[in-house]
């Protein structure tokens, strides 16, 4: 890898880290505190929680729609506005005003996330840097959680904290700003020799087909990432930010792994595997067993950015066929899917008192997303056709 790919790499996960690690994540880590220092109630965090779904599905399309701006600005803008949202919830608020905050922090992440892979991939032409990229989520994840752990042990109020991880975000959004504004000054990496024989690969799933697994696998992983640390607060001795930090070690290599799975077993057997392995990880919690909240982190953590690594290259080659912004579309499924899993979750837990039923409800619809992916085509079947047709092809100066 050239010295400007690592640059551009590491510049773009940064963004991820911010946007999504800290951005759109750290809430949860910090759901059970402020429930306990009475900044919000669990209906309320539920609400703030699908607020937060919510500006993601609008800033998907928003990113869509502001296709005269450079990535590389709506990169800037959605690392500062991130800070600027991590900031105000270290203000004293009422519990509506940290629900509309939650939903323009959304907004931040989602643009993030859609401007980081077009910067990275489309304009830097670094493809292979995607799980690195996607890595960013995991890695800040981990470090947002072990900062709010951190903070805890030193008996700082939900508030405080906040404004710790405000100081933080800033740190890292200028050096995303920098790197990036580094690695422009330098020429983007040359397109791959083979990129038109894959550009000519049919799809692994038809458009629909692929934005319903997708918004399903929202709607699955959403409960245990919005209510882990709530679910293990009385059930485990350690401070439960621990365990969502698991929750952030699992998704920094899930990233490579799930890559080598694509790449070794198809769109198709990937899938399935990754999404009928993350249900298991979801329901695992209905066993109320210090074990299985564990295992659930992991294996939740293992997962869901690795459903990401695997399904958007499937979009890339989906979006020749159709005339609409695929990735955008898909963004915005799986922020309806996300939407809709902590309103249902809460409506539920009002009248059972128990977040199990959610939790089965949420590994059922992994489940269906993996049954959607039964026939899809195999990749390794399509390189095999094309390795053949690349042979079959005379060669120039033969006859």
């Known amino acids: 890898m050239r010295q400007s790919e690592t640059s551009a790499t590491f510049a773009a996960a940064i963004v991820l880290v911010v946007g999504m690690g800290f951005g759109r994540f750290a809430f949860t880590g910090l759901y059970p505190l402020m429930v306990a220092d009475q900044q919000i109630s669990v209906e309320g965090g539920s609400y703030a929680a699908s607020a937060n779904y919510a500006g993601y599905l ?149 458009a629909t087909r692929l934005i319903l697994i997708y918004g399903l696998a929202g709607l699955g992983y959403i409960i245990t990432a919005t209510y882990l640390p709530l679910l293990v607060r009385s059930a485990i001795a350690v401070d439960p930010v621990h365990i969502w930090a698991v929750f952030g070690l699992g998704a920094v290599p899930s990233c490579f792994v799930w890559h080598a799975l694509h790449e070794r077993l198809g769109t198709s057997r990937s899938l399935i595997g990754n999404l009928s392995l993350q249900a298991v990880g979801v329901v695992l919690p209905v066993w109320h067993a210090p074990a299985a909240y564990i295992l659930s982190a992991l294996l939740v953590g293992a997962t869901f950015m690795g459903t990401v690594t695997i399904a958007m290259p499937a979009a890339r080659r989906v979006a020749a066929k159709v005339r609409f912004n695929m990735l955008a579309i898909m963004t915005a499924a799986y922020g309806i899917g996300q939407i809709i899993g902590p309103l249902m979750a809460n409506a539920l837990y009002a009248r059972t008192g128990s977040f199990d039923l959610p939790l089965m409800l949420a590994a059922s619809a992994l489940m269906l997303a993996a049954c959607l992916c039964i026939g899809g085509p195999n990749n390794k079947i399509l390189q095999q056709h094309m390795a053949e047709d690349q042979h079959l092809t005379p060669k120039p100066g033969s006859r």
Do not use: K, Y
Request: proline letters at 5%; aromatic letters at 4%; one cysteine or more.
């Open 58 to 206: 609008v800033g998907a399309l928003l990113a869509a729609l502001l296709s005269g701006i450079s990535n590389r600005r709506l990169c800037a803008f959605a690392v500062v506005t991130t800070v600027a949202s991590l900031a105000l919830l270290a203000l004293p608020m009422p519990a509506w005003l940290i629900v509309v905050v939650r939903g323009f922090s959304g907004v931040s992440s989602a643009v993030a996330m859609v401007a980081a892979s077009n910067w990275l991939i489309h304009e830097r032409r670094h493809h292979h840097g995607a799980p690195a990229l996607f890595a960013g989520v995991g890695v800040g994840i981990l470090v947002s959680a072990e900062m709010i752990a951190t903070g805890h042990l030193a008996t700082l109020s939900s508030h405080a904290i906040w404004m710790v991880l405000a100081l933080g975000a800033l740190a890292l959004t200028v050096v995303s700003i920098t790197m990036q504004a580094s690695a422009d000054r330098l020429e983007p990496a040359r397109m791959a020799s083979h990129r038109g024989s894959e550009a000519q690969a049919p799809p692994p799933f038809g």
